[in-house]
C-alpha cells in the first residue's frame, strides 16, 4: 500500500470511500486492506482516524446499498435461470427456504458479513436477492459498517502495523469458521431432508418453478404456500412410483450427499481441484493469505528471476508457481485458478489442460527473463530494474488458460475479449512495468496467437463489423482518458519513466478528458464528424510529443517533465491505427434526419414501392408479403433491383419485416446487403418474424419468435362455403350470421359497429394499438385501401340482433404471376364479455357472453377458410405476426418484449383461441425467429419491435412489457 503515500488527505479519504464501496458492490477489492494502509498513514500525517473510519463506513454503507438493488434488480433472473438449469438444487423449497431464512437472519448475517473477508462483497446482493426488506437491511447494513470501520481503526491505531497481520488473519480465520459452520448446517439440513424424504407423504420430485410462483416467492409478503402449484405437478404416479425406492437416512449419507460437489471436482478437474488445494494449504502455512511474504528470510529460495537462476536455484521456476506475494494476489489466484484452469481441464481433459498451464508459466518466466537480461545490456534503468527483482505466483499459467479460453468463444465475442487482454496487459506493462506485467504481455500475446494451433482448432478470426470498428474506436479513446486521469491520482514509474504531472500536463490531461468525453458521444454512433474529430485529437497530441522531443533533443535537456505524454503517445500510435482501419465504419450525417436508407422517403420511396409490387406481381411471397406495401413500412431495394426489404424504423433500428421480396435464391445476399446499408447510414439492422434463420448474415444472434400455424387447402372440404349473403348455423341450433367480404364493400352499419368495438378494447379496456405486422387494415375509413395487394377481406359473426359478436380481417398472400396465393389473419376484433362490463360502452358497442364471442371467433375463422377453399387457395396463415408464442421460454429482452405485448393484447386477439382453431382445422406449426446482430443489440430491437406494435410507448414502458410475462 506504498502508493497510499502519494495522496493528499482529502484524497486519501476518498479512496477509502470508493475502494470500500466497489468492494462492498460485490467486486474483490482490499478495502480492509486500503483502510489499514490509510489509517497508519493518517497517524504520521496529522489526519484524524475518525474522519477516515467515517469515509470507510460511508463507502460501505453506500457501497452495500447499490450492491442491495443490483441484487433486488438482477437476483430474480439469476434464481429463475437456476431454478430452471438445477431445479433439484433450486427448487421451489430450497428457494423458500432461503427467503425464509433471510428474512428471519438476514440483519444477523448482513451485519457479521461485514467482519468476514470475501462475505462481506456479497451480503448486499444476497440481501437484495432474497428480498430483505430495506430497513431491516440499511439498519444492519449500517450497523455492520460504522462496527467494522471502527474496530480497524481502534485496533491499527493503538496496535500501529502489527495490526495489519491481526486484523488478517482475523479476517480469514473468521471465513475459515464460517466455512466450517456451512458444512455443519448443511449436513444438518442434507439429514434432516433425507429423513422427511423417507416418509411417502413428503414425497417430491424436482420440478422448476413457473415465472409468476418465483415472482410471488421474492414478493416482499411472498412465501412457499403449503402446497403450490409446482407441488401439484410433482405428485404424479411416475414420481410415487419413484418415491417408492428406500432413501438412505444414516449421518453418513448426508455427509456423503453434502461432499457430492467435492467429489465432482476431483472427478472432472483433478488437476485444479490438487494446485488449488497445495495452493491455499501454502498460504497457510506461510502466512501468505493475510500478509506479505516478500520479506521473509526463505522467500529467494522459492521465488523465481534472474538473482536466483544466477545463484543456481533452478527449481524455483516450478516453486514460484505455488505461493503469491500479497493476500489480494492469492485470492485472485484463487479464483483464477479455479475458475479458468477448471473450464480448461473440463473442455480438454487433464493432460492437455495440464500442459496448457505448466507451459503457459514456463513460456511467460522464461521469455520475460530472457527479455529483461538482453534490454539490461542497452542501460536502460528500467530493464536493470528487471534483472534484480525476484517474483512469484501462477498467474501466467491462469493467464494461458484464458487466452485459451477466448480462442472458443462465438464471434464476436473472441474477437472482442482478445483485444481487451491484448489491452490490458499493454497497458500494465507501458505504465506499470514490473517484472510480472512483462511475464503477462509475453504469455498474452504467445498464447492469443499459438491457442488455436496447440489445440487444433483452425478456426480463421472473425472480420470485424462496422459495429466492431466503432466499438474499437470509442474504447480506444476512452481507454486513454481513463490512464491519463489514473496516472494524475497514482503516478506510475514504467519503462518510459516516472508519470509524475506538471503543470502542463495536466492542463493537457484536462484538455483531452473533456476532448474524448464530448468526441466519443457521437463516435459510438458513427458521425463522420466525429472520426475527424478524433483523428485530429490523435494526430495533435502526436505531434506534441514529438515537439517536445525535438525539443528536448536540440536544448539538450531531460525529458522528465514530458515523460507522461511520451507514455501516451504509444496509446495514440494504437489509436491512430485504430481510426485509419475503421475509417469506413463511420459514414453517419451530422444530420439526424439523413440516417435513412435509400428510397425511404420522397420520389425514391414511390420507385421502390413500385419496384416492390413488381417483384410481388412476378415472384409472390411469404404471409408477411401481404403487408409489405402498407403506408407505414419502408421498402429497401437492393442495387441490382432483384429484390426488395420492407421495414419499419424506429429508434435507430432498421426492422426488416419477414423474409425479403424477390428469387428466393438470393434472399441471403439481399439480407445482408439490407444490413450493410443500414450500418452505413447508422441504423442497427434486424429482422422480424422470418421463417428462413439461414437467410441472415453469419454469427447473428437468433431466437426464436414464436410460431405461425399455416393450414394447406389443397386437401380441405369445399362443400359447404359461407356465402356472402350468410350461412346459418348447424339445424338451427346457432342465431349467429357469418359473412365475407371485401372490405370496402362492408355495409356502414358493420363498418361502425367494428370501428366501435375498436375504441371500447382501446379506451376502455386499455388494449393498445397495434401496428408492424398487425395492421389496422379492419378500421380502414370507408374500407379504401389503395394499395394493389391490400384487397383486404373481412368475415363478420353478427347475433340475431345484427349486433356485430367477432370480425376477423384476412390480407391476401400474393403468389407468382399475380394470383392470390392464400390469406393471413391479419387483426381480431371482438364484443366484450357481459362478464367484463358494467355497461355497454361506446355507441354501438356490442357485449356477449365470453363463450358465445369464443363460439363467434371460431366461426368467422372456420368459415372463411372453406370459403378461400372454393375459390382456390392454397393455404392459410393465421398467426404470422410474430406474436402468437409457442409456450417455450422466450429467449433474450426482445422476446420477452413480445411475448409481453402478446400478453398485453391476447384478451382482445385471443392467441390460444385462433390456435386451438387452427389445430383443429388441421393447420401445422411453422417457428419464426427474430434476428440481430448480437446480445447487445436485443435492448434496443426490443425497443424499436414495440415501438412498432405499440404507438407512443415510452422507452421507461419497456420493462413493464418485457417482465408483464412474469406477472401472469
Known sequence: ??????????????????????????????????????????????????????????????????????????????????????????????????????????????????????????????????????????????????????????????????????????????????????????????????????????????????????????????????????????????????????????????????????????????????????????????????????????????????????????????????????????????????????????????????????????????????????????????????????????????????????????????????????????????????????????????????????????????????????????????????????????????????????????????????????????????????????MVLTVGNLLVTLALIALAWLAQVPLVASTIWISASVLWVGQAVVLVLSRHAFRVAANQTRRRLPGAIGPGARRARARAAQLLREHGGGPLAASALRPENRVFVTADGGHAVAYQQHAGVALALGEPIGDPGGAVAAVSAFATAAEQVGLTPAVFATRDARIVPEGWRVSPLGRDLVLDLSGADASEPAGPEGAAGAAGADPTTSILLPAHDLPWELRSQIRALSSVWVSDRHVPELGLTVGSSIDAPDGDDREPTAAVRVSVVTDAAGAVLAAVSWLPIPGAGGIVHGWALDAVRRALSKDDVDTAAGAGAGTASGEQTSRAVERALTDACRRFSSEGASLVSFAASGLAQDGTEPDGVAVRTMAGIAHRVDPLIGFAEIADVAERLGATAVPLFLACREDADQPRVAYAAAAGFLTGIRLRDLPGLSGSLLAR
Request: charged share 15%; net charge positive.
Open 1 to 534: 500500500m506504498d502508493w497510499l503515500a502519494d495522496f493528499p488527505p482529502g484524497v486519501l479519504l476518498l479512496v477509502v470511500f470508493l475502494v470500500v464501496a466497489v468492494e462492498s458492490l460485490g467486486v474483490p477489492l482490499p478495502g480492509e486492506t486500503v483502510l489499514i494502509g490509510a489509517t497508519l498513514l493518517a497517524a504520521s500525517s496529522g489526519l484524524s482516524p475518525v474522519f477516515v473510519a467515517a469515509a470507510a463506513a460511508g463507502g460501505a454503507i453506500l457501497g452495500d446499498s447499490i450492491g442491495y438493488w443490483i441484487g433486488k434488480r438482477y437476483g430474480r433472473r439469476l434464481l429463475s435461470v437456476l431454478n430452471r438449469r438445477f431445479p433439484k438444487h433450486v427448487g421451489p423449497k430450497r428457494l423458500g427456504a432461503a427467503v425464509h431464512l433471510m428474512r428471519r437472519w438476514g440483519p444477523w448475517a448482513v451485519f457479521v458479513g461485514r467482519f468476514i473477508a470475501v462475505l462481506r462483497i456479497f451480503s448486499g446482493p444476497l440481501a437484495g436477492m432474497f428480498r430483505m426488506t430495506y430497513p431491516h437491511f440499511l439498519v444492519a447494513n449500517a450497523a455492520g459498517g460504522i462496527a467494522w470501520a471502527s474496530l480497524v481503526v481502534t485496533v491499527v491505531t493503538v496496535l500501529g502495523s502489527a495490526a495489519t497481520e491481526f486484523l488478517h488473519r482475523f479476517s480469514w480465520a473468521a471465513l475459515a469458521l464460517a466455512g466450517a459452520a456451512a458444512v455443519v448446517i448443511a449436513v444438518v439440513v442434507v439429514f434432516r431432508i433425507r429423513r422427511r424424504a423417507a416418509q411417502p407423504a413428503a414425497d417430491r420430485a424436482p420440478v422448476s418453478m413457473t415465472e409468476a410462483e418465483l415472482d410471488e416467492l421474492l414478493s416482499p409478503s411472498g412465501s412457499v404456500p403449503a402446497t403450490t402449484d409446482a407441488d401439484a405437478r410433482m405428485d404424479t404416479p411416475t414420481t410415487r412410483a419413484a418415491s417408492s425406492a428406500p432413501v438412505r437416512t444414516d449421518l453418513r449419507a448426508a455427509i456423503s450427499v453434502v461432499l457430492t460437489p467435492l467429489r465432482w471436482a476431483l472427478r472432472t478437474t483433478p488437476a485444479t481441484t490438487a494446485f488449488v488445494t497445495v495452493f491455499v494449504a501454502l498460504g497457510v502455512v506461510t502466512g501468505g493469505l493475510w500478509r506479505p511474504i516478500d520479506q521473509a528470510a526463505w522467500y529467494p529460495a522459492f521465488a523465481y528471476g534472474v538473482p536466483s537462476l544466477e545463484a543456481g536455484r533452478w527449481w524455483t521456476v516450478l516453486t514460484g508457481m505455488f505461493i503469491t506475494a500479497d493476500p489480494l494476489a492469492y485470492l485472485i489466484a484463487i479464483v483464477g485458478a479455479a475458475v479458468f484452469g477448471g473450464w480448461v481441464e473440463v473442455r480438454f481433459g487433464t493432460l492437455r489442460a495440464s500442459a496448457i498451464f505448466v507451459t503457459g508459466h514456463l513460456v511467460g518466466i522464461l521469455g520475460a527473463l530472457g527479455a529483461a537480461l538482453a534490454l539490461a545490456r542497452l542501460d536502460w534503468p528500467w530493464a536493470q530494474s528487471l534483472v534484480t527483482t525476484l517474483d512469484v505466483g501462477p498467474s501466467c499459467g491462469i493467464l494461458a488458460c484464458v487466452a485459451t479460453a477466448t480462442a472458443f468463444m462465438r464471434s464476436p465475442y473472441r474477437l472482442r475479449w482478445r483485444l481487451l487482454l491484448l489491452s490490458w496487459v499493454s497497458i500494465a506493462l507501458l505504465y506499470v512495468g514490473k517484472i510480472d506485467d512483462l511475464e503477462h504481455f509475453i504469455t498474452t500475446v504467445v498464447f492469443v496467437i499459438a491457442a488455436r494451433l496447440l489445440l487444433g482448432e483452425h478456426r480463421s478470426t472473425p472480420r470485424p463489423t462496422m459495429r466492431d470498428w466503432r466499438l474499437f474506436a470509442v474504447s480506444g479513446l476512452l481507454v486513454i482518458g481513463a490512464v491519463q486521469l489514473l496516472v494524475t491520482l497514482v503516478p506510475l514509474d514504467g519503462p518510459l519513466g516516472s508519470t509524475t504531472l506538471t503543470q502542463g500536463s495536466i492542463l493537457d490531461v484536462g484538455v483531452d478528458t473533456v476532448a474524448i468525453l464530448v468526441i466519443a458521444n457521437w463516435l459510438r454512433r458513427g458521425h463522420r464528424w466525429a472520426w475527424w474529430a478524433a
